[in-house]
Nanobody, 134 residues
């Protein structure tokens, strides 16, 4: 059974950093594109960034980010741990959103041409909450 599990959510101070993890079970996260999203209560889910599956020719993945997050957020994978990480720097106070990771196991189009919409992903984790104090 395919499963993605987020972890690492915490209560932090403004300006601090936090790293979230997306661990895969029965899915190779380096082979499929993985996106990160966040959603606050009562608000729409928004894309944070994504990482593409490894290209067999270049043996590299590419990352894309929402412009407002670029420079503060970064995504990388670790195939030995089958985990995709989201590193967040200079966190700002907000509405305590849940952060989700999702994999595109179907079309394998997501994140190949830049950041993708959430409906292009077909496997989702349960989320992890991040709170930045005010």
């Amino acid at each position: 059974q395919v499963r993605l599990e987020e972890s690492g959510g915490a209560l932090v101070q403004p300006g601090e950093s936090l790293r979230l993890s997306c661990a895969g079970s029965h899915v190779l996260v380096d082979y499929y594109s993985v996106g990160w999203f966040r959603q606050a209560p009562g608000k729409e889910r928004e894309a944070v960034g994504c990482i593409s599956g490894v290209d067999f020719s270049t043996r590299q993945s590419k990352t894309s980010y929402t412009k407002s997050m670029e420079g503060r957020f970064s995504i990388h994978n670790d195939s030995t741990k089958n985990t995709v990480y989201l590193k967040m720097d200079r966190l700002k106070p907000g509405n305590t959103p849940d952060y989700y990771c999702a994999a595109d196991l179907g079309t394998r189009i997501a994140c190949t041409k830049g950041i993708s919409e959430d409906d292009e992903y077909d496997n989702w984790g349960q989320g992890t909450q991040v709170t930045v104090t005010t």
